[in-house]
C-alpha cells in the first residue's frame, strides 16, 4: 500500500497483516488526532475468559454466522434454564 493512501481493509486479518508490518511512525504526518469518550462502567459486565474457552467459543460463533456474544448468551441462558 502507498504511503499516501487512505487505509481500507476489507477484513480485520487483512488490517491486522498490514499492521503487524509497518510502523505508524511512518505515517505520523497523515494522522488525525480525535477525542473519544467511552463508558466500560455501563450496563455490560465483563467476564475474562480462559483464553483456549474464549478462541474455541469465537471460531464456534464463526463457523455458525452470530457474533461471539450473541453465542454465550445463548450458552448460559441454556444452562440457567436448565438449573431452573
Do not use: C
Not at 25 to 44: K, M, R, T
Not at 55 to 62: D, S
Amino acid at each position: 500500500m502507498a504511503k499516501d493512501n487512505m487505509l481500507h481493509f476489507e477484513t480485520y486479518k487483512e488490517a491486522a497483516e498490514w499492521f503487524d508490518t509497518h510502523d505508524m511512525a511512518d505515517y505520523e504526518d497523515q494522522l488525525i488526532p480525535v477525542h473519544l469518550d467511552f463508558d466500560l462502567s455501563g450496563s455490560h459486565d465483563w467476564v475474562e475468559l480462559d483464553k483456549e474457552i474464549a478462541r474455541y467459543v469465537r471460531n464456534l460463533a464463526q463457523k455458525q454466522h452470530i457474533s461471539t456474544r450473541a453465542l454465550v448468551n445463548e450458552f448460559l441462558r441454556e444452562k440457567i434454564e436448565s438449573l431452573g
